[in-house]
């Protein structure tokens, strides 16, 4: 499976060159749903995926969907501790593409786990210092 060589009809540009907001969730989401495809990546009910006009916010409930989007797309990694005992981590990463027409498009993958929960070693030496 390949990426799109040209804009689909949706995705015209308005008379001032630029996508609409609509347009470009919709071309970010498709382009998270390509990676999905095309790499392997984890799709489930237990993921909400949100796209923005500059990003895919995933927010999973399980940190294996963050260590496979890691092994996968590779990125860094950021933890935010919360005052109930939780931690937020937080991949920072790309979709795929392999066409010039369908950019790149930063995908934001986060996970609240307890803050005593062990994490895979690559997920903790991936955090950004």
């Known amino acids: 499976m390949t990426t799109p060589t040209s804009l689909p009809a ?7 060159g630029q996508l609409t ?8 989401e498709t382009s998270y749903e ?8 984890p799709v489930s009910t237990h993921i909400a ?27 860094s990694v950021s933890r935010t501790g919360l ?19 369908v950019p790149v498009v930063p995908v934001f993958v986060s996970v609240v786990a307890p803050s005593e929960q062990t994490v895979l070693h690559e997920i903790a030496t991936a955090v950004a210092s």
Request: glycine share 6%; proline share 3%.
């Open 49 to 75: 995926v949100t796209a923005t006009e500059s990003s895919v916010l995933v927010t999973a409930t399980d940190m294996d969907v963050l260590a496979d989007w890691l092994f996968v797309q590779g990125g």
């Open 34 to 41: 390509t990676t999905c495809a095309v790499r392997g990546l």
């Open 10 to 16: 949706a995705w015209r540009r308005t008379s001032r």
């Open 83 to 101: 005052p109930s005992g939780q931690t937020v981590w937080t991949l920072r990463t790309v979709t795929w593409s392999d066409s010039p027409v």
């Open 21 to 28: 907001a609509a347009q470009l969730r919709e071309r970010n």
